[in-house]
């Protein structure tokens, strides 16, 4: 797809001898700015499958054309694997920002459905819960269509997005959702989206497009500390 400048692999040669699973793992990357700001996005798939030539490619060349760098994280579907891989993803993204060419001080995680599932989890439990060095908290999450319901009290601030015809993952579901995050006193926003269903992507030529902006205005406006 254009705009991927790269893909990187996480995992060492001898963690993928270990366990082949791990071998079709890695990140994409869609280059934005030099040290510009990072986002991680998370194809959804059921965890039966990881969608993300239009689930997370998408999303990434555009936030990398907004000038942010972006990568899209292939991962072993399964809803503790994708959290192992995407942990790992970004503690290698951190131990290696300066050579890529990013920042990850205040970085975003962007998911959809079971992505969306994976990106909370590991923004709110942190990546040493699932095995991989600390490293920061994301700045914000975006998240949409995921029928998610625990509220920890300790997830980052969260966009979401849904449609109001979206029958897996309910609209009034995502509403009581972030109305909880808000009165844990985390910052919450929520848009829905009138009759679109499940998986509408950037949602262009619908009355989703433009999102992924709102997303990327919510996500500036927690990094920079405003």
């Not at 970085?107 to 040493?128: F, H, P």
């Not at 989206?193 to 262009?204: A, R, T």
Request: net charge negative; charged share 20%; glycine share 14%.
């Amino acid at each position: 797809m254009q705009g991927i400048e790269s893909f990187h692999r996480f995992y060492t040669d001898d963690e993928i001898k270990a366990d082949p699973t791990k071998a079709g793992t890695g990140l994409f990357f869609f280059k934005g700015r030099k040290g510009a700001r990072t986002a991680v996005c998370v194809a959804g798939g059921g965890f039966k499958y990881v969608g993300a030539i239009h689930d997370s490619f998408p999303h990434a060349r555009v936030l990398s054309q907004m000038g942010y760098n972006a990568f899209a994280l292939i991962y072993r579907p399964g809803a503790y694997s994708s959290c192992e891989d995407l942990s790992r993803a970004l503690s290698y993204l951190h131990q290696n920002a300066k050579a890529l060419g990013i920042s990850m001080d205040g970085y975003l995680l962007e998911g959809g459905s079971a992505g969306a599932r994976t990106a909370d989890w590991v923004g709110s439990y942190c990546t040493q819960s699932f095995g991989a060095p600390a490293v920061p908290r994301p700045a914000a999450l975006a998240l949409q269509y995921t029928g998610l319901g625990e509220v920890t009290g300790d997830e980052p601030p969260t966009y979401m997005c849904v449609g109001s015809g979206d029958f897996i993952a309910s609209s009034m579901d995502m509403q009581e959702r972030s109305e909880c995050l808000r009165r844990h006193g985390i910052d919450s926003e929520i848009e829905i989206f009138d009759g679109l269903e499940h998986g509408f992507g950037l949602g262009e030529g619908t009355v989703a497009e433009g999102w992924i902006q709102h997303a990327a205005a919510f996500w500036e406006k927690h990094a920079s500390g405003e």
